[in-house]
Each structure stands twice: as C-alpha cells, then as structure tokens.
C-alpha cells in the first residue's frame, strides 16, 4: 500500500474508504461557512480542504459516487478528472446537477471518489504512416453499440 501525505485545513476530513474492498475513497465537501446549491444543468467547483503530495509515476483520478448519480443525478463534470503528481494546491470537485431541482452540498457531505492509480508517460514520436488493423479509422459506434 502506498502512501500518499496530505494536509488538511480545520474542519475538514482526510478521504476515507466504505470498505476494506473499495477502490475509492470517499472526498467529503469542505464548506465550513455554508452550503452551495446546484442549480438544474450548472456546474460548481466544490472545495475539499485536501491538498497532497503524490509519489511520482502516480496520480488520483477523480470519480462520480454511483448514489449520486443514480439518486440525484450529480456527478463529476469532468470524470475521471486527474489530479497530477506535482500538484500541491486544494483538491476541488467540479460537480454537475444533471437533475431537475437545485441541489444543495454541506460541510462533511460524501461528494466524489478518490482512486489511486499509476501511470505511464509516453513518448509521442510523428510517422508517416501508421500500420494497419482490421477496424481501421472506423470509431465512434463502428464496432456496434
């Protein structure tokens, strides 16, 4: 398990998996001095009061919470959203109301997962042509739906 330092500004809460199975952990809304709403069809950048240092060839991917999504129709606008290595500011969720009703968040509510995933760079080199398959350029429903 690898461990990942942060800091924490008053009030607010360190992420935090449901289960010893769970993939990702759970990142609570740090709104100390009140609730945002979310409007139908707005997005709003909701802060976490985490910032944190993470180990290089790493990054944490930023996910919707599945009881949102189905109950209220809330999820993360820009999903999974990545939150690079040399990154050392605020966490902030950018969170989407896909319903009909405003939406309110408080301080402490449960609003997005964090996983913790590794990666690798690439080098990107330019050819004249590339080799070919048997899809092809077919995309986008080529393959079936």
């Keep these: 398990?690898?461990?990942?330092?942060?800091?924490l500004k008053e009030g607010a809460s360190a992420p935090s998996y449901a289960s010893a199975g769970s993939?990702?952990?759970?990142v609570r809304a740090y709104l100390p001095d009140g609730v945002v709403t979310i409007e139908p069809g707005k997005a709003v950048l909701i802060p976490t009061g985490i910032c944190a240092a993470i180990p290089e060839g790493y990054e944490i991917q930023v996910r919707p919470r599945s009881g949102l999504a189905l109950k209220k129709s809330i999820t993360v606008l820009n999903t999974p959203g990545t939150i690079d290595s040399d990154y050392r500011g605020e966490i902030?969720?950018?969170l989407i109301n896909h319903s009909d009703a405003p939406f309110t968040v408080s301080?402490?509510?449960r609003i997005a997962q964090l996983v913790f995933a590794r990666y690798s760079s690439a080098v990107y080199t330019v050819v004249s042509e590339l080799d070919e398959t048997q899809r092809g350029s077919g995309g986008f429903g080529s393959t079936g739906v």
């Design 1 to 7: 398990m690898e461990e990942i330092r942060i800091t």
């Design 23 to 26: 993939a990702g952990a759970d």
């Design 92 to 94: 902030g969720i950018i």
């Design 107 to 109: 301080h402490g509510d």
